[in-house]
């Protein structure tokens, strides 16, 4: 019966395990509670592809527990009674270890039914999941769990996986078969840091392989955009949002670009144009205001031109932003004054300030005493516009941009101050 290449050399014991040094290595935490022999239940999170399964099936040999593997995806509360119903048989001596995949499609219902196996220790729960488990495993779960988070492998660990299953199927061939340069090197880089990937990838090189010899271009070919970790509605989608964002935050325009095309490359046109816009005026803002329409014409050039064109103005768009004078004075004065509405602080309209453009407004002495400010040299004459509760608070404070400074001078003098 075939069995895929990443499971006939799976790794036995952790010092075949590639990566994951955080936690695997000499000091690494989850190193530490393996060797121990006491194990607890476990929510491994992170990408596919990056050993999550073969150190739950270390864990099982070294600790002499009966291995038993479901999917989420497939699984339901009568696969998980089968294997109750297997606990203090001669099937399982030394307990269950259950290797619940992709726990997140579980409902609460499904995860709530693992809770007292999880607490009286027949059952060590071992659930993996490529999505953040603070948002997709209930909290009851979590709080018997401890997560662990694994992380892509560097192109170093991922090559020596592949080397070491080079080795094995020249072996299996018994007959050489010779490599172009830059093979491996491909295979390394476009895996995205997934190993099953790439030991897909060479399995398929190699069967298809001509003449003795595995080719660039078919290397190429097999792996072409499998580098791609992207899930429009997955924790990956807003992770490389966010960095986005905060790379031209940071002035940083080789980073938002590198977001950008992580982006495009995986067809989001529509993620990057929102966060463009609110960039422009929640960090830009006023010390630059002129990139408000700027922005705005690009996204909808972007728009009306779609991809791959789009790609032009939308990164027009974001060396821009990130070139440009930084503010968030308007961020922040939006912000403190909703704070104050939300807790209560607000209070009546000055009378002044009231609506007198009715029969009646004069015998309720509304808008009497406003003052037109068009009316004053510059435009301008004190007047109190903050219901009394918040007379005198200052909500917008001058960004120490070269525009909001220009503009604090010319009012400092308008105003005596």
Request: proline letters at 5%.
């Amino acid at each position: 019966m075939y069995r895929p290449l990443a499971d006939e050399i799976r790794p036995q014991d952790l010092s075949q395990v590639v990566g994951q040094e955080h936690i695997l290595g000499p000091d690494g935490i989850l190193r530490r509670v393996i060797e121990s022999g006491q194990i607890p239940n476990m929510i491994f999170y992170g990408p596919s592809g990056v050993g999550k399964s073969t150190v739950a099936s270390i864990i099982a040999q070294q600790t002499n527990r009966a291995l038993r593997k479901l999917n989420a995806t497939t699984a339901g509360i009568s696969d998980i009674k089968e294997i109750i119903a297997e606990l203090d048989t001669l099937m399982t001596p030394g307990g269950v270890l259950l290797y619940l995949d992709e726990i997140q499609y579980f409902n609460k219902k499904q995860q709530q039914s693992l809770l007292e196996f999880m607490e009286n220790g027949k059952i060590t729960l071992i659930a993996s999941t490529t999505e953040n488990p603070y948002f997709y495993v209930f909290g009851a779960v979590l709080s018997r769990a401890t997560v662990f988070e694994f992380k892509p492998l560097t192109p170093l660990a991922v090559r020596a996986a592949v080397e070491r299953a080079v080795a094995f199927l020249i072996e299996r061939r018994g007959t050489p078969i010779e490599l172009e340069e830059g093979v491996l090197d491909h295979i390394v880089s476009a895996c995205g840091g997934d190993v099953r990937k790439a030991l897909n990838a060479l399995e398929l090189l190699f069967s298809a392989a001509r003449e003795d010899t595995i080719t660039l271009a078919d290397a190429e070919a097999v792996s072409q955009r499998s580098a791609m970790r992207y899930d429009r509605d997955g924790d990956e989608h807003y992770d490389i949002l966010s960095a986005f964002q905060k790379s031209i935050r940071g002035s940083d325009p080789d980073a938002a670009i590198h977001y950008l095309a992580r982006l495009l490359t995986a067809g989001d046109m529509i993620s990057p144009c929102r966060r463009l816009l609110v960039t422009a005026a929640e960090d830009i803002g006023l010390a630059h205001p002129q990139v408000l329409p700027i922005v705005k014409a690009c996204v909808d050039m972007a728009r009306e031109i779609g991809l791959p064109e789009a790609r032009l103005p939308l990164a027009d768009a974001v060396i821009l932003l990130a070139t440009s004078p930084k503010s968030n004075s308007g961020d922040s004065a939006i912000s403190a004054a909703m704070a104050d509405i939300q807790s209560g602080k607000h209070g009546d309209v000055p009378d002044h300030l009231k609506d007198s453009h009715y029969a009646g407004a004069t015998k309720m002495g509304r808008g009497l005493d406003y003052k037109y400010p068009h009316a004053y040299p510059n435009r301008w004459t004190h007047q109190q516009y903050l219901p009394d509760r918040l007379k005198g608070t200052v909500y917008y404070k001058y960004g120490d941009n070269k525009t909001e400074q220009a503009a604090k001078k010319y009012w400092d003098l308008v105003k005596g101050e």
